[in-house]
């Protein structure tokens, strides 16, 4: 979609979130631009780190307004290929965004953003008698949002269902 993402857009980006918000090093890039599959080679054009569902908000708008692809990237641990960005695109890591809300004993809910790890959701609600019943390998890893983009089942999938159930 773009050949070279322009310094007009990295700027902004840089504005919305900070220097520490993005990067644009060999090893960052070939590294977050990759899943487990290794099906395809990464070559995103940077990697963007939002903190909150505003900023993911603020760089999408930048992004649709200049026309560059975005690519959501969480635990990498797909093995789908589905998070690969292949062809200089924005990628934008979930990995800041992993607060924990309360647990809701009464509903038996919690609240977290999609960038929380799934084995941390796991010891976040065990104390209170509680599952979140998607686990599998990668739980050190995966992330929430992950998990529902791709409605993961894991080990438990026969007794729970997968994760939209």
């Known amino acids: 979609m773009n050949e070279e993402l322009s310094t007009a857009v990295k700027d902004a980006l840089r504005e919305i979130l900070g220097e520490e918000g993005v990067l644009e090093d060999a090893d960052s890039l070939e590294s977050y631009g990759r899943d487990w599959s290794k099906v395809f080679e990464p070559d995103p054009a940077l990697v963007v780190f939002p903190r909150s569902t505003e900023e993911v908000s603020r760089v ?22 589905g998070a690969v960005a292949a062809s200089k695109e924005v990628l934008l890591s979930l990995s800041r965004m992993a607060k924990m809300g309360e647990v809701d004993l009464l509903a038996q809910t919690l609240r977290v953003q999609a960038g929380a790890i799934t084995e941390a959701v796991h010891e ?42």
């Open 60 to 81: 999408m708008r930048l992004c649709h307004e200049n026309r560059v692809a975005v690519v959501p990237s969480g635990g990498r641990t797909g093995l789908a290929g």
């Open 124 to 165: 976040h609600v065990a104390p209170h008698g509680l599952i979140w019943p998607v686990d599998f390998a990668s739980k050190g890893s995966s992330q929430v949002g992950g998990n529902i983009a791709t409605n993961a089942g894991g080990v438990k999938v026969i007794r729970y269902g997968l994760t939209r159930q």
